[in-house]
């Protein structure tokens, strides 16, 4: 299921603010107005979701596949600009001394640099790529990378497989941005593009009904 980002957000907000109807002498009660009968169903909850106009990005984020629910919620904020980075932080009134990116100090740390204008994660980038044998990955904000398999892939089944590639490479560069601020720990380029690999390998193979690596295999291409 294809949900727009910000229609999701937007949907949400409009959820949180039905109507109070409560305030009884007995008792407080929630009332469903996303029916005419009163009923709460989720899929009214999505009629009203998707019925709602866009206010932003057409950013369409994919909320099925093989990923882990933690995984594709890093992606979705990190498309929406969401994700603490010491920019933003910056922003949120906390006191930062060094606005570096950690991986590559080579410029200030926002969301778009690091999935995007990293010279490290250009690497990772550019390595994920040729395993998949995607063309050349040009991306410019976090929404280029969510959007991707969806503009280089044709059937459902490499789209699934592609996408949630593409998620987990996010998910281990933030993983990575984490162990170098808060561990001390840090992994080359090539060490976390071949982490990307083995995560990949072991959620298809655990959490998803595609035909564990032979599938891998044959939507992917050759893989090293
Ligand atoms: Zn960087």
Redesign the pocket.
């Known amino acids: 299921m294809a949900v727009v980002a910000e229609e999701c957000c937007d949907g949400v907000a409009a959820l949180l603010a039905r109507r109070w109807s409560g305030g009884g002498v007995d008792r407080d009660w929630w009332k469903w107005e996303g029916a005419k009968d009163g009923v709460f169903t989720v899929n009214k909850a999505k009629t009203l979701i998707y019925d709602r106009p866009s206010a932003g990005t057409a950013m369409k984020m994919e909320w099925v596949g093989w990923t882990p629910l933690k995984c594709k919620i890093l992606v979705w904020r990190a498309g929406l600009n969401r994700l603490p980075t010491k920019v933003e932080l910056v922003k949120r009134g906390i006191s930062l001394d060094n606005l570096s990116?950690?991986?590559?100090?080579?410029?200030q740390?926002t969301a778009m640099?690091?999935f995007t204008?990293?010279?490290?994660?250009s690497e990772i980038w550019s390595r994920v790529g040729a395993w998949c044998r995607l063309s050349p990955i040009y991306a410019f904000e976090v929404a280029d990378l969510i959007m991707l398999a969806d503009n280089q892939m044709k059937n459902k089944k490499e789209i699934q497989i592609i996408q949630g590639i593409i998620f987990t490479t996010i998910w281990s560069i933030w993983n990575e941005r984490n162990a170098r601020i808060f561990n001390n720990k840090s992994r080359r380029a090539i060490e976390l593009a071949e982490n990307v690999k083995v995560s990949t390998f072991f959620w298809i193979r655990h959490r998803s009904r595609l035909k564990g690596v032979l599938a891998l295999r044959t939507a992917c291409g050759a893989l090293g």
Not at 101 to 107: E, H, S, T, Y
Not at 117 to 121: A, D, F, R, S, V
């Open positions: 990116c950690p991986l590559c100090d080579a410029d740390e640099h690091l204008g990293c010279l490290y994660t």
